[in-house]
């Protein structure tokens, strides 16, 4: 539902990132001055060249202390969330990508690294390849539906554009962990090497030949409300009677609601008796979890900082393949690494609800003005008293721009001001956009490797600013663990916001579509209101999310 995509600019070495390889520390001053001295000389003489050269100063004076910089040290292991038995070349951004993003703000429970280490064993018993999943298949084939099998397993289907898959694979591995299930996960051909194996010495993959990966509704007579409907399974069953061989459970938000009879707590102790359950979901599903009374114990040990459950799930699970990381890497190293701040800008625009341009953009200004995450241009591209700009120093701040958006426009204006007109702080703004390809094509495999990339390059942001009711944005400040600047959705009547961004009160992803809570009471429940590590969306009114 939401993938703004990274292009073609990103797919050669820029030049920067070559000579930043091949920079040895001793006589790095000299050669500093070198190279500075004739930038330095252009910048003097073309003031409107003074960002893009202060960046490339910049980059070539971080290259030269590289080796001394605090992100050498970083944990590569996350607080011990990845475990280190993986071959480091396989998979270049496991341990890499730690050493872009800023330190968590969240501790890592030891109690969710225990949890894991004991997942990614039982993966190894009973994943693809094992005799075990080879009984399990088996006996799912000859319509045994035992819940009390030795190996249990969530095949999770994908649905929507990268960032709704994302959200709902932490979902559905949050589900495992609480239930005792393995993930099994369906790679169509656009997500093909997407993602790196996240669990060692075994693979999450869906093996081609499972029988039940296709053709699922909220119709289908397999789907656990029809089941419930129909009387193949009740909630006053003692557990006596014959099962199907395997439940679907459809999580997909219609009218913004998911369905009924799925986050009640006697609906999960039915639905722990199959051993087999196939899950399609477009929708952040891990906060209705919190919902299930019998689950709450678990997640309050795993998390006891509410608001930083997709934060470490996702670093768990989520390293791009190396396609995709050497997108980043090449972007990032030759554009965004030198500069003293790095601002995302990630811009939706839903074409059923399609913001003029104008509108947006003068929104996004206000934003970034009102709380100083860009300063003002003056008029000119002269400093004040008509002087000509001073040389670049290696004091003057750089702040890097990235535009993460699928059309081109917001960059242009953005690009045109500062490469223009100077700032009136007399900080240089270099603004980027890796990729502007117009539409959103989610079957197509290299589009989604550019979105991925995109997605940490956002990541990696000390500050950003996102759309309102977007997945994508909400798996990078998720990811990056970084409260964003959240453009406000816009009042129609008025053509305008009143309000141009606000912060929300977590980094956690919204629940756009949380379930009725009716269960067997007389009347729904609002959620918000009864427990304390709830509350309703600052960008969907109706949606939840959690926060400390």
């Given at each position: 539902m939401d993938t703004d995509k990274l292009g073609e600019a990103a797919a050669g070495n820029p030049p920067e990132a070559e000579k930043r390889r091949g920079v040895a520390a001793p006589g790095a001053a000299t050669v500093l001055v070198l190279v500075a001295l004739p930038l330095m000389l252009v910048s003097y003489f073309f003031g409107d060249l003074a960002a893009d050269t202060v960046v490339r100063l910049h980059r070539f004076k971080e290259s030269s202390s590289s080796s001394s910089s605090p992100a050498a040290a970083a944990d590569r292991l996350l607080g011990g969330l990845l475990s280190p038995e993986f071959d480091e070349a396989s998979c270049l951004s496991r341990y890499e990508a730690s050493s872009r993003w800023k330190p968590s703000p969240f501790l890592v429970s030891p109690y969710l690294v225990e949890r894991?280490?004991?997942?990614?064993?039982?993966?190894?018993?009973?994943?693809?390849?094992?005799?075990?999943?080879?009984?399990?298949?088996?006996?799912?084939?000859?319509?045994?539906?035992?819940?009390?099998?030795?190996?249990?397993?969530?095949?999770?289907?994908?649905?929507?554009?990268?960032?709704?898959?994302?959200?709902?694979?932490?979902?559905?591995?949050?589900?495992?962990?609480?239930?005792?299930?393995?993930?099994?996960?369906?790679?169509?051909?656009?997500?093909?090497?997407?993602?790196?194996?996240?669990?060692?010495?075994?693979?999450?993959?869906?093996?081609?030949?499972?029988?039940?990966?296709?053709?699922?509704?909220?119709?289908?007579?397999?789907?656990?409300?029809?089941?419930?409907?129909?009387?193949?399974?009740?909630?006053?069953?003692?557990?006596?009677?014959?099962?199907?061989?395997y439940v679907y459970l459809h999580l997909e938000q219609i009218h913004l609601r998911l369905q009924n009879h799925t986050f009640c707590e006697e609906d999960h102790r039915v639905l722990d008796r199959f051993s087999w359950m196939v899950l399609r979901s477009d929708s952040y599903f891990a906060v209705a979890l919190f919902l299930v009374p019998a689950y709450r114990a678990e997640l309050d040990r795993m998390f006891p900082a509410k608001g930083s459950v997709f934060h470490h799930l996702g670093r768990y699970l989520f390293h791009p393949g190396n396609r995709a990381w050497g997108i980043v890497e090449r972007f990032y190293d030759g554009y965004l690494a030198g500069a003293d701040e790095r601002l995302g800008i990630q811009v939706r625009i839903v074409p059923q609800m399609a913001v003029p341009f104008d509108v947006m953009y003068e929104q996004i200004l206000r934003c970034t003005r009102e709380h100083g995450l860009l300063p003002q241009v003056t008029s000119t591209s002269e400093p004040a008293g008509g002087r000509p700009p001073p040389p670049p120093t290696a004091k003057t701040k750089v702040k890097a721009v990235l535009v993460v958006s699928l059309k081109r426009e917001y960059y242009d204006k953005l690009h045109g001001a500062y490469y223009t007109n100077a700032t009136a702080s007399g900080e240089a703004v270099a603004v980027y956009q890796p990729s502007h390809d117009g539409d959103q094509h989610t079957e197509a495999r290299a589009h989604n490797e550019r979105a991925l990339a995109e997605i940490y390059l956002l990541s990696f942001s000390d500050a950003v600013v996102t759309t309102a009711w977007s997945t994508f944005g909400y798996v990078a400040h998720a990811l990056a663990g970084v409260r964003p600047w959240q453009l406000a959705p816009l009042d129609w009547g008025k053509m305008r916001a009143d309000v141009a961004c606000a912060r929300p009160a977590s980094v956690e992803p919204c629940l756009h579509s949380p379930p009725p809570l009716v269960c067997r009471a007389r009347r729904d429940r609002d959620p918000a209101a009864h427990l304390p590590f709830l509350r309703h969306c600052e960008d969907v009114p109706a949606g939840l999310k959690l926060f400390d």
């Open positions: 894991l280490r004991r997942y990614e064993a039982n993966h190894r018993r009973c994943g693809p390849g094992t005799a075990r999943y080879r009984d399990a298949v088996a006996r799912l084939r000859s319509g045994d539906g035992d819940g009390d099998a030795e190996c249990r397993y969530v095949v999770w289907l994908p649905i929507q554009g990268l960032g709704n898959r994302m959200l709902s694979l932490v979902s559905t591995f949050l589900y495992a962990l609480l239930t005792g299930r393995v993930v099994l996960v369906h790679e169509p051909p656009e997500m093909e090497g997407l993602f790196c194996e996240p669990f060692p010495g075994t693979s999450w993959l869906l093996p081609p030949d499972f029988p039940y990966k296709g053709g699922f509704s909220a119709a289908s007579n397999e789907s656990y409300v029809n089941m419930l409907k129909n009387g193949v399974v009740r909630h006053d069953d003692d557990g006596g009677g014959a099962l199907p061989p």
